[in-house]
């Protein structure tokens, strides 16, 4: 029920990995499938739902794991992250590299940036690619919604900022590609979506 994205870059066939919720093995299935080659592992918040198949992936491909600097907490405490209690073991990331807002890397030959975009969790954030107007929004923003604020580090007053300044200034044009449910647009959100009406 949580959506994994491989970003491809065309060329080359390399690729990141965003959220690898669970089932390593459909993962890397996939991946050897397509002939795709992993470059990197990108979280866009620190949930279990989102993170459990982080290791598995790690496993098979040594590649390096990037999260927003403000989900250091949550990715190291199996209570606020929800894995000791949803899946009854304890679940943590070390990520190799924290971003920091605004932030701009390359990975698979793609510039990705970063936007923090807390809410659902403190440090959620989202990454942008503008080369391929894609918006990878993981709990941030949904089609038709936005993620939950009621879980821990989670703030509706963060979220509805989050909402006004990072997320409704966005180009229309960017495709979504939620955590959650099917794949959208910045104008489809901003005209549809009811968190979003009148921003």
């Given at each position: 029920m949580t959506n994994v994205f491989?970003v491809i870059?065309?060329d ?10 669970d ?9 050897e499938?397509?002939?795709l ?5 990108l979280l ?5 739902d989102?993170?459990?198949g982080?290791?598995?992936v ?5 590649i390096p794991v990037?999260a927003?600097?403000?989900e250091?907490?949550l990715?190291?405490?199996?209570e606020l992250?929800?894995?000791?209690m949803s899946y009854?073991?304890?679940i ?7 971003l920091?807002d605004?932030?701009?890397f390359?990975?698979?030959g793609?510039s990705?940036?970063c936007?923090h975009t807390?809410?659902h969790?403190e ?6 690619i503008d080369?391929?107007?894609a918006?990878?929004?993981g ?8 993620g939950?604020?009621d879980l ?16 409704s200034t966005?180009?229309e044009?960017y495709d979504?590609y939620?955590?959650h449910?099917?794949i959208t647009?910045i104008?489809?959100?901003?005209r549809?979506?009811p968190?979003?009406g009148?921003l």
């Open positions: 491989f870059n065309d080359t066939n390399e690729c990141v990995i965003v959220d690898p919720a089932s390593p093995e459909r993962i890397i299935a996939f991946m499938k397509e002939e080659m992993p470059a990197a592992v866009t918040h620190g949930h279990y989102h993170i459990a982080v290791a598995g790690l496993e098979k491909w040594k990037y927003s600097s403000g250091k907490r990715l190291k405490d199996v992250n929800h894995s000791l009854g073991r304890g943590t990331v070390d990520a190799d590299r924290f920091e605004n932030e701009v390359e990975e698979a793609i990705i940036k936007i807390p809410g969790t440090g959620s954030c989202c990454y942008i080369s391929m107007k918006v990878m929004s709990d941030t923003l949904f089609e038709g919604s936005i939950r604020t821990p580090t989670g703030s509706m007053q963060q979220m509805s900022r989050t909402l006004v300044e990072r997320i966005l180009p044009d979504v939620p955590g449910g099917g647009t104008a489809d959100e901003k549809y979506n968190f979003l009148g």
